[in-house]
């Protein structure tokens, strides 16, 4: 499995964190981005039409908050 999840958060988010534990419950690797950390994290979760956290990007594909049917469709495209 490859580890090109993406999780845009920053600490103290309760959905982003539910999201980071689903992942790792799912044995799927991701990546944390920070957004308070860099702005060009910010920039980028922008740039996907977004403008709050928790998103987890793979491949195409983002989806916005703890999204459970959304998410779960992304981790089965993740594990292929």
């Known amino acids: 499995m490859s580890a090109n999840v993406i999780v845009y ?15 790792t419950s799912k044995g799927v690797p991701f990546e944390v981005r920070d957004v308070m950390a860099s702005a060009a ?12 956290i928790p998103v987890t990007v793979y491949g195409g594909r983002a ?18």
């Open 9 to 23: 958060s920053t600490s103290g988010c309760s959905d982003c964190n539910q999201v980071k534990q689903l992942l």
């Open 63 to 80: 989806v916005k908050g703890f999204n459970l049917p959304e998410l779960q469709e992304l981790i089965d495209a993740a594990a292929e």
């Open 41 to 52: 994290y910010q920039d980028e979760v922008e740039q996907l039409g977004f403008m709050g």
